[in-house]
């Protein structure tokens, strides 16, 4: 496992959570970051993206407006802040880092991925 989320649990429709993504052994800023999730049955799905350096970010349609991807350089984290959850939030979520994709939404693009937090969302 070359990154490690956490910060996922229980919490009320409404609530707000904070993910964390680090890596122990590879510098964040220097790879592009995203957050995927996947719900019980269903395919991965991706959540969010932020670019190395500087990065620009980038949100799927379903949490635009919800969710704040961010990084915090001398940390070397990245984080998922998400407010306004809703029930259809919860899954697993995981992020994943490379140097470069071709297609920010493919899973299958990233070749570093994290252990997966759990995020439940009562209604």
Not at 50 to 70: P, Q
Request: with cysteine; aromatic share 12%; glycine share 10%.
């Amino acid at each position: 496992v070359q990154l490690q989320a956490s910060g996922g649990g229980l919490v009320q429709t409404g609530g707000s959570l904070r993910l964390s993504c680090t890596a122990p052994r590879f510098t964040l800023d220097d790879h592009i970051i995203s957050w995927f999730r996947q719900a019980p049955g269903k395919e991965r799905e991706w959540v969010s993206y932020i670019g190395s350096g500087n990065g620009a970010t980038y949100y799927s349609n379903s949490v635009k407006g919800r969710f704040t991807i961010s990084k915090d350089s001398a940390k070397n984290t990245v984080y998922l802040h998400m407010n306004s959850l809703k029930p259809d939030d919860t899954a697993v979520y995981f992020c994943a880092a490379d140097s470069s994709v071709s297609v920010m939404e493919s899973w299958s693009e990233y070749d570093y991925w994290g252990q997966g937090t759990q995020v439940t969302v009562s209604s």
